[in-house]
Every structure is written in C-alpha cells, then in structure tokens.
C-alpha cells in the first residue's frame, strides 16, 4: 500500500509542479511570490539531492554548507511557506552528515537545535514528529545527553499520539529503562575502510527485532532464517573469496531499512544482498525468486514489496516516506543489478539441486523495495523460498539447507565478481 501511495503522489506533485508553474506563465502580477519560492525550494532540494547521490562521504565539505545555508536562508526568508519545516529537517541531516564525515561535536549540536526548532516552530508540521524523534536519537547516540533524548521521546509521547512516530517513541523510552539502546553502537565496531584488492559485500539479513517478517513452518521467523543465512555466508565470503564482509546486523535487533542501504553507501560496497523467506498467502507457492530494484514491476511482486517495505512502521525518522524517500533516484545500477541477480539465481539452484530435488526457480524479478532504495551499487534482494509452503518450510528448518543457501549466494557473488571486477 505505501510504496504505491507514495509514487501516486510523487506523480501528483509533479503534476501540480506543472499546473502551478503553468499559472505563473498566465497570471502577470502580485501571486509571484509563492511559485518563485516553490522553484528556489525545488532548486535547493535538487542540489541537496545531487550531493547526497555524488558525494555520500561529504568530501565536497563546502558545497554541502553551501547548500545548508541556502536551506537556512529561505527558511528565514520564507517562515510561513510550507516548505519550511522541510527545509530545516534537510539542513538537520546536512549538518549531522558533515558532523559524521569531519567531526566537530558542534555541528551534531547545531542539527539538534535545528530539529528543536522545527517542533517549536511547526508543531503540526507532517515533520515534527519525526524531527523530536531524531533529535532523540541525536542526544541519546551522539551528544550522549540521556535526559535531552528522554525529553524528546517524552513530548511526542505526550503530543503525538497518532502518529507514526508514536511507537518508536515509546520504544525508545524502553530501551533507555533497560540500557539495550547501548547496543545499537554496534555499528561503530566495524572500521568503515575498504581494505585495498579486496571486494568489499554488504549483506543485509532482512527485519530482525520486533519486526519478525514472515512466519513460517512451525512458527519459524523469517528475521531469523535470514541472520542464519546471512552468518553462514560471511564465513564463506571470508575464508574462500577473501572478502571484506559487513553485515546490517548480526543480532536479532531492528534496523531501519534506510540506513541499510546507508551503511552499504558509507563502506562503498561494492555489492549489497539482502536476505529474505517468502511467504503466499495460502501457503500453497514454493521457490527462490530474486530482485532488483525497479519501480514497475508486476501486481504480485508489489504485493510481495508492500510486504516487505511494511517493516517501514517501525521505523525512525523515515515514517514520512514519501517526503524523506524523495531521495529515491534514478538507479544507475538496474543493468548490473540485473546480471547479479540473474547469477544468484541460477548459482543458488545449481548449488542445491543436486541434493533437494525438486526445488522450484521463479525468476529474477522487478520490484520496488525501499532496501534497495538508494544503494549506490549493483544490489539484490534474494527471497530464499517459501517460510509457509511445506516442503520449503520444512528445507529451510534445516540447518545444512541454510548452510547450502549461502554457498550457492557466494557462488553467484564470486562469478558475478570474476566477470565484472570489485
Ligand atoms: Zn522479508
């Protein structure tokens, strides 16, 4: 549902974009203010659109201040237009890209003050909800000032109870009684340098935490199928291809789907895979099916997408998606994407064949995954047979099958490498 709401407004939009633009041709006078502001606004996000798809890492350091402070400019110029709020939530992110990149405990600082006063300024903003989560998070992971974090948390608790962010909130809250946010620094064990020759893949084990994903055979959970998968294949990737492997996560907890892809940005992968288990509605469809990211697409692959993207309420600052996944880009990678996925495919079900017969190939397919969103290298998302059929069910119970799963995906990964370099 989301992901097909969000392309009908996008479209909208530009078809809005279209009927104002045309106004401005047609009426002389006095109504030049709001498209002139609209057009600057457009020209500020395409800027910061651009950047953020040319420079990930932030080594044009002058251009992206360049572009925070037009965003600061025409928010202080243009207070009341509606693109406000958006524009400070933008310059937030500049700022705490830059503060990831180059350091400078000021620069996270100033991304927090901008959240602050987007929920003061815009209380009803779509946005605002969003912005006191982040800055939560800011406080919490970044400037480690646990009461800042709880006061955020606290006030969309007490202010936005309809909202998106609502759980998150709460979650949050949770997690600060128990100290488990500690684990989220995760991430910061693994040194985010590419090591010289060496391929480095991103493997991205589907859902995990709250989010269970598909349920299967005997109550088995996808997110854990898709870890097992997942640790399973880094050893291999590791000690016969001599990769460089990170995982999104290598414990049963949440990551958002963003910064999935974000992290697969940040290491400059040069492959990212996600691991996922299909479940059918009557649990009467068995096979491997993998994807590559395209926003056509046929009818059951959207419902398979909508499924897998669903994960999204869960999510931080990304619960406006349609706004933040504006980020969402030409994908200069769909023909390599296409090749990888073709070659996972077909080296997966060479690899099991001879033992399990039987075994169903459904294709490679299209369809628009929010994972796949944004990555800026050839990615794949592989749907490991069906959690729900029963003899697939049954296969991915075990462990060897699991185990076979990954040597065929680090076949495929190793071949699609040989052919196109790392
Ligand atoms: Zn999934």
């Known amino acids: 549902m989301i992901s097909i709401r969000r392309f009908v407004i996008v479209d909208l939009d530009m078809r809005l974009l279209f009927l104002v633009s045309l106004l401005f041709f047609l009426v002389p006078t006095s109504t030049h203010a709001a498209p002139q502001e609209k057009r600057a606004y457009e020209e500020l996000r395409a800027k910061y659109l651009t950047l ?15 572009v925070a402070n ?29 503060y990831q990149a180059h350091g400078g405990k000021e ?34 992971y970044v400037l480690e000032d646990v009461d800042a974090a709880k006061r955020s948390y606290q006030e969309v608790i007490g202010a936005y109870k309809e909202t998106d962010m609502y759980p998150i909130a709460q979650l949050r809250l949770s997690e600060l009684k128990s100290g488990s946010y500690l684990l989220k620094e995760q991430h910061a064990e693994q040194p985010r340098v590419k090591r010289e020759g060496a391929p480095l893949i991103v493997i991205d084990p589907g859902h995990g935490g709250e989010d269970f994903g598909a349920v299967g ?53 040069d492959l990212f895979v996600s691991l996922h288990a299909n479940a059918s509605p009557k649990g009467n469809l068995s096979g491997l099916e993998v994807y590559y990211l395209d926003n056509q697409g046929d009818r059951s692959s959207k419902a398979l997408a909508e499924r897998e993207n669903s994960s999204v309420r869960f999510e931080g600052p990304q619960g406006d998606l349609q706004y933040i996944l504006s980020d969402l880009i030409q994908n200069a990678k769909v023909e390599e994407s296409i090749t990888f996925a073709n070659q996972l495919h077909s080296s997966v079900l060479s690899t099991l064949s001879p033992k399990w017969k ?31 059929h029963k003899s697939d069910g049954k296969l991915l119970a075990d462990a060897l099958f699991r185990k076979q799963i990954a040597q065929g995906i680090a076949q495929g990964i190793g071949a699609y490498l040989q052919e196109h370099g790392a």
């Open 52 to 66: 953020r798809n040319t420079d990930n890492g932030v080594q044009r350091l002058d251009e992206w201040a360049s």
């Open 70 to 98: 037009g965003m600061l400019g025409h928010v202080s110029r243009h207070p009341q237009s509606e693109n406000a709020a958006s524009l400070l939530f933008d310059a937030s992110i500049v700022y705490e890209k830059i």
């Open 107 to 140: 620069r996270a600082l100033r991304a927090a003050t901008l959240l602050d006063r987007l929920a003061r300024d815009y209380p009803g903003h779509m946005l605002a909800d969003d912005a006191l989560v982040r800055r939560g998070d800011l406080s919490l």
């Open 217 to 269: 055979h005997a109550g088995m959970m996808e997110k854990d199928v898709a870890l097992s998968v997942a640790l399973e294949l880094e050893k291999i990737l590791v000690a016969q291809h001599g990769a460089t492997v990170r995982l999104t996560r290598r414990k049963d907890v949440f990551v958002p789907l963003m910064e999935r892809t974000q992290m697969a940005n940040d290491y400059e992968a």
């Open 358 to 388: 039987g075994l169903k190939g459904l294709g490679v397919k299209r369809a628009p995954f929010y994972v796949l969103v944004g990555a800026h290298m050839p990615c794949a998302l592989v749907e490991m047979f069906f959690m729900n």
